[in-house]
């Protein structure tokens, strides 16, 4: 079994942020950006078998609209894997997010389609070690943007029943039924994926390009 070299993790991770160092006194942000590379290569101590063999998965299974007491609901189901990395990530206390993005727009032919209704639901996932919980909190709003103080909180026992929030919407309330209008073709666009830009700067370098944080998929449902 061969294993990722942390040194050469580390060292590349010091040599990207030194020269934004450069001219800049403090001991207290050497600290922090020492801490910041040491962290991410510890997360980073993972087999390279295990690496390459699993990858992260997504693929949208369900995606309707229904229509009850005069609005357009929402209902989707994910089917949804993190890869070993990620898990590995979560699991050593770094925070992983996600976003969900629903749009719906009105055809129109003399003109660009006309946008009926956009909604989102940011998700911030965390492992707490000293409680051995996992804690979901959910927003309408980037949760690194917003803080998780404004954010809907949820805590489970284990990461399934974590991620089984996550992978299910129901009764999501999309635009009003008065706006649609009679004889129009509407489209609705489905979107989620991994949040990497809200992951830490020297992590959201190193995973960029890697498989296993490309976790993104979409669905286009055209109606009635």
Not at 22 to 41: D, E, K, Q
Not at 166 to 188: C, P, S
């Amino acid at each position: 079994m061969s294993w990722v070299n942390m040194t050469v993790f580390t060292t590349h991770c010091w040599k990207s942020v030194q020269f934004k160092l450069n001219g800049i006194g403090g001991t207290s942000l050497w600290l922090r950006v020492l801490f910041a590379c040491v962290f991410l290569g510890a997360v980073y101590v993972l087999p390279a078998s295990a690496q390459a063999a699993v990858s992260s998965q997504v693929e949208v299974s369900e995606l309707r609209l229904e229509r009850s007491e005069g609005a357009l609901l929402l209902q989707s189901t994910l089917k949804l894997e993190l890869s070993s990395s990620v898990e590995e990530a979560l699991q050593k206390g770094m925070p992983i997010y996600f976003v969900t993005e629903a749009e719906l727009t009105r055809d129109r032919w003399y003109w660009y389609d006309k946008k009926i209704g956009t909604i989102a639901r940011h998700y911030r996932l965390a492992y707490q070690p000293l409680t051995r919980v996992w804690r979901l909190n959910v927003s309408r709003d980037p949760i690194g943007a917003v803080g998780s103080a404004s954010s809907l909180s949820q805590t489970f026992e284990t990461l399934p029943e974590a991620l089984a929030a996550i992978r299910r919407t129901a009764n999501w309330k999309l635009a009003d039924v008065a706006d649609l209008g009679n004889d129009n073709k509407f489209t609705l666009m489905f979107k989620f994926r991994l949040d990497v830009s809200q992951l830490p700067r020297p992590f959201q370098m190193m995973v960029g390009s890697q498989s296993e944080w490309n976790l993104a998929t979409q669905k286009t449902l055209r109606f009635p």
